[in-house]
């Protein structure tokens, strides 16, 4: 099938995801501070300080990238079906302390961003069932990610940490709506808020409503027109 890439002019709100300070391997940032501390790439404040906009802007369109092949490989543990769009994937969103994995020394909103994309897929005769976790915890162990799983009311809900900087929940529910997100630890930039603004304004296209794995918003090049 023809892989159509699309894109999305909606800013995503900024999540809180209550849990800053699970460790993983990916951002190294624990026992470091200030300058020195590592991000979800191993990349360091004072490194980051050196790089350009464009820099940044490349950064993102690369990591952009890499979270679309971990959400396309979960999204078929379950189906190859189309899935719901759960807000578009392309803007970073500002970290600080609401990000998955170790929390970095001296970090906040305006100088960390991760990133985020949501699907959602109602699986003909859902109803929330312990067995749909199944495929993804098995899934999850394959790839040797660790992994637990929780009940939240009346849901559940999988999270999984890839132990690289990548963190996916699988969240089933007794209406049939079922759930994935896969969320990036957080990264350094200079200025979340314009890194997103160069983004955005270079993105003009709605995000689709429903897509099947592997169909995403295409990133958009730092030589595209800028929209004011």
Not at 74 to 95: E, K, T
Not at 165 to 178: A, E, F, I, M
Not at 185 to 204: C, Q, S
Request: glycine share 12%.
């Amino acid at each position: 099938m023809t892989r159509q890439r699309l894109h999305h002019v909606v800013a995503v709100a900024t999540l809180v995801l209550g849990v800053t300070g699970c460790t993983s391997g990916a951002g190294g940032g624990g026992s470091a501070s200030g300058q020195d501390a590592q991000d979800a790439a191993g990349t360091t404040r004072a490194q980051v300080s050196e790089s350009s906009l464009e820099d940044e802007f490349e950064s993102a369109s690369e990591r952009y990238s890499t979270m679309q092949t971990v959400l396309e490989e979960a999204q078929l543990q379950v189906s190859d079906d189309p899935w719901l769009w759960n807000g578009g994937d392309i803007l970073p969103v500002p970290a600080g302390a609401d990000a998955f994995g170790d929390p970095l020394p001296g970090a906040d909103a305006d100088n960390s961003y991760y990133l985020r994309a949501g699907r959602i897929i109602r699986p003909e005769g859902a109803s929330g069932d312990r067995a749909d976790l199944g495929p993804m915890e098995e899934y999850v162990d394959e790839k040797g990610w660790r992994s637990s799983s929780t009940e939240i009311g009346r849901s559940l809900e999988l999270r999984a940490d890839s132990g690289d900087g990548w963190w996916l929940t699988w969240t089933v529910r007794p209406n049939g709506q079922y759930s994935l997100s896969v969320y990036s630890e957080p990264f350094w930039t200079n200025d979340a808020g314009e890194l997103r603004l160069a983004i955005g304004k270079r993105d003009v296209t709605p995000f689709p409503e429903r897509s099947v794995p592997g169909e995403y918003e295409a990133f958009p090049s730092w030589s595209d027109p800028v929209v004011p």
